[in-house]
Nanobody
Framework: QVQLVESGGGSVEAGGSLRLSCVASGSTYIKNCMGWFRQAPGKEREGVAV???????FYGDSVKGRFTISRDNAKNTLYLQMNMLKPDDTAMYYCAAAQVTGCSSVRGEFHYWGQGTQVTVSS
């Protein structure tokens, strides 16, 4: 069982930056594939970025070149650095972990979810 707690959301103007954090617990080292997802009101959940223990990463097309996912394995912490934010990035952002160690894409199966942190980008 993996527990996930996100932080770092907030409100920012377009062009600004935010950094999200997700602390995982449930084991000394969480080696699962982990990632960030988002869901805006009235829209389907979207995969933002995923990263495995070894550094393999995948990004959703809408955030490539603007967002960077990173991971501190020693701290069981996942990060999402978001730059050049746009109003379309406004959503609830969720941290998630799979039951497997390898990440195959942002559309893989994820079984453990955090409560989410809100990101709002104004124009």
């Amino acid at each position: 069982q993996v527990q996930l707690v996100e932080s770092g959301g907030g409100s920012v103007e377009a062009g600004g930056s935010l950094r999200l954090s997700c602390v995982a617990s449930g084991s000394t080292y969480i080696k699962n594939c982990m990632g960030w997802f988002r869901q805006a009101p009235g829209k389907e959940r979207e995969g933002v970025a995923v990263r495995d223990w070894y550094g393999v990463t995948f990004y959703g097309d809408s955030v490539k070149g603007r967002f960077t996912i990173s991971r501190d394995n020693a701290k069981n912490t996942l990060y999402l650095q978001m730059n050049m934010l746009k109003p379309d990035d406004t959503a609830m952002y969720y941290c998630a972990a799979a039951q497997v160690t390898g990440c195959s894409s942002v559309r893989g199966e994820f079984h453990y979810w955090g409560q989410g942190t809100q990101v709002t980008v104004s124009s």
